[in-house]
């Protein structure tokens, strides 16, 4: 049962580089989600998706792009790194929400990702 | 987006019970109320979730009020391995796309000592 998966668990990118964090889940979820943990705080949400080829924008979205090409995996893109952006980043997943019912997320262990 | 307040941090001791309370005064209609759990160096881990009432699971249960205004989780008999962030979310995963209140705050810090 390997649930969420993200790969590497931990990347050290000199400022102006880019990486693609990957994310991949074998659970056949429909939603997927990105978010980053900064040190002592709790999880923003960067981007989401209903399913392939939709994503839309959550809480903190600039300087990161995501795309959803298959229902397993939903990469994040860093076009060019900057220190703010040296955080912790989850990716989560979630069935379809049924009708007047909700559905918990399930996330995979992080990456840990350093800008200097 | 209804905004949630919950304690920074809690203490206590093994085998006792532990209620970690929430505030969300803005709930909407169609919110859920969701408990995760986070250990250092992991995700969050689900604990439970409701809408009304109480609900109970094999490891914790979920109390609240009738105007929603609030939650409370309870832990019983607490162990060491307990110790981590509770956080708690208040809103919905729309099944038509959107995903409103799915921002966690600073969690409450539990430590359980010996």
């Known amino acids: 049962n390997a649930g969420v998966t993200q790969t590497p668990k931990f990347r050290i990118l000199k400022i102006g580089q880019s990486m693609t964090l990957q994310c991949t889940q074998d659970?056949?979820?429909?939603?997927m989600y990105w978010y980053r943990q900064d040190p002592g705080m709790g999880l923003k949400l960067i981007y989401y998706s209903v399913g392939a080829g939709i994503t839309d924008k959550g809480e903190v979205p600039n300087g990161y792009n995501v795309s959803r090409s298959t229902t397993e995996d939903f990469p994040l893109r860093l076009e060019l790194a900057a220190p703010s952006q040296t955080s912790v980043y989850f990716c989560?997943?979630?069935?379809?929400?049924?009708?007047?019912?909700?559905?918990?997320?399930?996330f995979g262990d992080g990456t840990r990702l350093s800008i200097l | 987006l209804a905004k949630t307040t919950q304690p920074i941090s809690m203490d206590s001791y093994e085998g006792q019970e532990v209620n970690i309370t929430c505030s969300h005064n803005n709930i909407a209609t169609n919110d859920y109320i969701t408990w995760y759990q986070q250990f250092p160096s992991q995700g969050p881990r689900f604990i439970i979730q409701g809408y009304k009432t109480k609900v109970t699971n094999e490891v914790a249960s979920l109390f609240i009020p009738a105007d929603r205004k609030s939650s409370t989780l309870s832990l019983p008999r607490v162990s060491l391995s307990d110790t981590a962030v509770y956080y708690c979310?208040?809103?919905?995963?729309?099944?038509?796309?959107?995903?409103?209140?799915?921002?966690f705050g600073k969690g409450t810090h539990l430590i359980i000592q010996p």
């Open positions: 979310l208040v809103g919905v995963i729309a099944s038509g796309g959107g995903a409103d209140g799915l921002t």
């Open positions: 989560a997943s979630s069935p379809r929400p049924g009708q007047g019912s909700n559905q918990p997320q399930h």
């Open positions: 659970m056949n979820h429909n939603y």
